[in-house]
């Protein structure tokens, strides 16, 4: 885990480094327990060692090689996307020419924190043996204080030029349309209480929220590139994805 004592003294690309290379190694000392590959199948010793690892985090958890091999897959797939995301250098979506034009770097930012987001929840749910399509805020929840995280280094909200702009944009005359594209009454809240009110991220549930809320409106095409430039969005997509490998990272340290 980083120390969040000397945290605040490190560079953002320092921290940021630093983040993956964290991940990475947690999961190795992780898979050593699993390993190798699709035996627990067929070692019910094995299959029952790994459950007793994983009812920290759920006490419906079972000892079966199907119930295994399923929260096993997950935590793969899970640990692979938020992996891929941290390690993305210099992100972007569109023509591999260069010089890349700005807006194509700034879509391939909100992009690293949409599959940050996608592999963060998929280990959350596998831990918390929940595999409902819906994930419920309360998993969320309990996962992140099953993690035993240091305190929260604060996110403190960018400072855009036009918050008039903002408030438009959080509140569509076209309110069908902002349904259609997933901006729920939740999400507008906490975007608005950190970007509109100014009002800092101080703790890992907000921040997830908040990560959850950008990755909602950047996956269903709300939230334009373009704006992210405008209100300064960029350090704090990159530092949301950071945050949730971190807690994935304490999370599966639990299993070690």
């Not at 094995?46 to 920290?56: D, G, H, Q, S």
């Not at 797939?77 to 390690?87: F, H, I, P």
């Not at 569109?94 to 949409?114: A, M, T, Y």
Request: hydrophobic letters at 35%.
């Amino acid at each position: 885990m980083i120390d969040a004592k000397h945290k605040k003294s490190w560079t953002m690309e320092e921290y940021s480094k630093e983040i993956p290379e964290n991940l990475r190694n947690v999961w190795s000392e992780v898979w050593q327990i699993f390993e190798p590959d699709n035996s627990w199948k067929d070692d019910q010793s094995k299959c029952t060692r790994i459950k007793e690892k994983l009812v920290y985090f759920s006490q419906d958890h079972y000892d079966t090689p199907e119930h295994i091999d399923k929260v096993i897959k997950a935590l793969c797939r899970g640990v692979s996307l938020t992996q891929a995301a941290v390690d993305w250098q210099n992100p972007h979506i569109g023509d591999d020419s260069s010089p890349r034009k700005k807006h194509e770097k700034l879509r391939g930012i909100q992009w690293q924190l949409v599959i940050a987001y996608a592999g963060f929840e998929i280990t959350a749910k596998g831990l918390m043996n929940y595999f409902e399509r819906n994930t419920k805020p309360e998993i969320i929840r309990d996962f992140i204080n099953k993690c035993k995280l240091p305190c929260y280094q604060k996110l403190e909200p960018p400072t855009p030029k036009e918050k008039s702009n903002l408030e438009k944009w959080l509140n569509k005359e076209d309110e069908a349309i902002a349904d259609f594209l997933g901006v729920t009454a939740g999400d507008a809240r906490i975007i608005n209480q950190w970007l509109v009110n100014s009002q800092a991220v101080c703790n890992w549930e907000e921040a997830v929220k908040l990560a959850k809320a950008l990755r909602n409106v950047t996956a269903h095409g709300f939230l334009q590139p373009t704006k992210v430039g405008q209100w300064k969005l960029k350090s704090s997509f990159r530092t949301l994805a950071d945050n949730l490998a971190e807690i994935m990272t304490s999370g599966l340290r639990k299993l070690v």
